[in-house]
């Protein structure tokens, strides 16, 4: 797919490889500027966040199981500030982003197509963010299940790197996990897959989402993985819906267009 760009410089209205390359560098730095004055943001909320992050700790240790966080080197808790402020602009900046990823394919698509493709900005960032959500509204059970196999005895003093590095990971990963269903249907609007396509690998599919609610399900319990794996699947027969309507939508259009010209002139 070829973007269309100054079409008075050049008339068929086709980047060359260069200038896609330049565009993508331009955009990908634009996101990160986005991401590191959204940094900014993050250092000043870096002491209410990492509060919440370790309340399900606190939680533990009233609990009586003798569970605290602990720094091992003198620059930990600053490189910590840093990890968490960044991290959390990655959230506080998902609509820019997320614009930005747009705004590249954006040029080589025709007008219809770029209202259409609109929704990725639209709705990825409350996917985003709503994925992120699921995964830290299950993270309080997570950590008190997986602290209750300590040996009686031991204490479940844990490196605050290491813990936090998991939250970071279980909840971008739910994140990034609920906007592909929106990949989907973009590659769909944009006319690179069918729903046909779609829809006749979603046993694959299911069997996928289940093995990645598995392997990124903080807890060994089957409940866990199936409250995340559900609403991934719902997503995924969502997008196929959504995009199955726009290929009839598509088909009508292409036979109405075909019949115009089959259509002898009166």
């Not at 960044?86 to 982003?97: G, I, N």
């Not at 069918?194 to 996928?208: D, I, K, N, P, Q």
């Amino acid at each position: 797919m070829a973007l269309r760009t100054g079409r008075a410089r050049n008339p068929e209205g086709r980047m060359r490889l260069i200038e896609h390359l330049r565009e993508l560098r331009r955009r990908v730095l634009l996101a990160l500027a986005g991401i590191a004055v959204m940094a900014v943001v993050g250092w000043f909320l870096y002491e209410p966040v990492f509060d919440a992050i370790q309340a399900p700790v606190r939680a533990v240790d009233d609990a009586g199981l003798n569970a605290a966080l602990t720094f091992t080197t003198p620059a930990a808790a600053f490189d910590m500030k840093i990890r968490v402020s960044l991290w959390l602009a990655t959230f506080l900046a998902s609509p820019w982003w997320l614009y930005q990823v747009w705004a590249y394919i954006a040029p080589g698509l025709t007008r219809s197509e770029k209202r259409r493709s609109l929704l990725f900005v639209v709705a990825g960032v409350p996917l985003f963010l709503g994925g992120a959500a699921l995964a830290w509204l299950v993270l309080p059970n997570a950590i008190k299940v997986l602290t209750q196999f300590t040996p009686e005895g031991a204490l479940n003093y844990m490196p605050a790197t290491d813990y936090v590095r998991f939250v970071m990971r279980v909840v971008l990963a739910f994140a990034i996990a609920f906007l592909v269903p929106l990949v989907m249907v973009l590659l769909n609007a944009v006319g690179l897959v069918s729903a046909r396509a779609l829809l006749a690998g979603w046993r694959w599919a299911v069997l996928l989402v289940f093995v990645f609610a598995g392997i990124a399900s903080p807890t060994p319990d089957p409940w866990t993985m199936i409250a995340l794996a559900v609403p991934m699947c719902a997503l995924y027969f969502g997008a196929v819906g959504i995009a199955a309507l726009h290929d009839r939508r598509a088909a009508r259009r292409q036979a109405a267009h075909e019949a115009d010209l089959l259509e002898p002139d009166s």
